[in-house]
T-cell receptor
């Protein structure tokens, strides 16, 4: 079945890089996403990667995909206190269809 | 450009009651998906509406039903509320063809007592 797993907590110092990891089970996943949720808010799409790509970079964000191991990671360079939030890994078969989310990784950034 | 709007923002109901939550999608979007997010959990897919029909459904009982109107707005109805239905209910909109990812609303916090 479809399942997305990620570690629950990550703590880093301001200015360091953060790496959040995720594994998924659905081999037919076409799109893999990272969403950010701040307290009291909905989810915000940060970035996504197509399953035929290995890497995508978008400013401070780098997404790495290992399709063989069904492993996705999000690297945030020069992490700031404003990056403190919950980060959700998610996957879908097509862009506008049902999306499965992980439980979220809570990122704490220490000043 | 208004994003996804949900109402109400907070709601308290008693076990056994019924509730209706509302969502207006982002301008230009035609598809609405509903998610339930329990405290400390990721969002769980309830169902998705497109062209006023339920297109996909997650593992939720029939107590959860919905509707989409011609203007693409949507309602989520939950009957016979249980304490376990307490959660943040998120509406997400997208364009059926051509968009990648959702635009989420801020959610409705439902508390069942």
């Amino acid at each position: 079945g479809e399942d997305v797993e990620q570690s629950l907590f990550l703590s880093v110092r301001e200015g360091d890089s953060s790496v959040i990891n995720c594994t998924y089970t659905d081999s037919s996943s076409t799109y893999l996403y990272w969403y950010k949720q701040e307290p009291g808010a909905g989810l915000q799409l940060l970035t996504y990667i197509f399953s035929n790509m290995d890497m995508k970079q978008d400013q401070r964000l780098t997404v790495l995909l290992n399709k063989k191991d069904k492993h996705l990671s999000l690297r945030i360079a020069d992490t700031q206190t404003g990056d403190s939030a919950i980060y959700f890994c998610a996957e879908s078969n097509t862009g506008g269809f049902k999306t499965i989310f992980g439980a979220g990784t809570r990122l704490f950034v220490k000043a | 450009d208004a994003g996804v709007t949900q109402s109400p923002t907070h709601l308290i109901k008693t076990r056994g009651q019924q509730v209706t939550l509302r969502c207006s999608p982002k301008s230009g979007h035609d598809t609405v998906s509903w998610y339930q997010q329990a405290l400390g959990q990721g969002p769980q897919f309830i169902f998705q509406y497109y062209e006023e029909e339920e297109r996909q459904r997650g593992n939720f009982p029939d107590r959860f039903s919905g509707h989409q109107f011609p203007n693409y707005s949507s309602e989520l109805n939950v009957n016979a509320l249980l304490l376990g239905d307490s959660a943040l209910y998120l509406c997400a909109s997208s364009f059926r063809v051509g968009t990648v990812g959702y635009t989420f609303g801020s959610g409705t916090r439902l508390t069942v007592v």
